[in-house]
């Protein structure tokens, strides 16, 4: 492995035509980057792009069609996400040491978590369905 070069890496799940395909797209750039995607259900979608040093993203998905966007840049940002249900959605963008664990059961939640300049820490639970949590640090 060359460290400091751009590795990508892609999944899908190929399965029967009537069932709708998974995917996880995992963009990195830097050094000693971790990305976990974890996927149970159908039409789960995961993007993660890392960029710089030391980043942790730990995802799990199960029911139906909930997507995760994720952008982690500086050093050393941890993103812990879970999502149980149908139809939730996360976009998190993290820079300088940030941190977030953030959890969605139930249908139809959403949560937009923006981290940025600092070591931040954001934990938030989303329980039931349509519930909407839109958070900035700075």
Known sequence: MLLGAP??????DLGRPDILLSTSSILQFGEANVA???????????RVQQTGNGHVADIWQAGQGNAI??????LANT???MQSGDH???VVSQ???????LSQTGSNNSI???????????YISQS???NTASISQR
Do not use: P
Not at 7 to 12: H, I, K, L, V
Not at 95 to 101: D, I, K, N, Q, Y
């Open 88 to 90: 939730n959605l996360m």
């Open 128 to 130: 039931g369905n349509g």
């Open 7 to 12: 590795w990508s890496a892609g999944a899908a």
């Open 79 to 81: 993103l812990l996400a």
């Open 36 to 46: 976990r995607s974890s996927q149970v259900g159908e039409g789960h979608r995961v």
């Open 112 to 122: 937009s978590l923006s981290q940025a300049a600092g070591h931040h820490m954001a």
């Open 69 to 74: 966007d994720l952008t982690q840049s500086g």
């Open 95 to 101: 820079l300088g040491g940030a941190s977030a664990s």
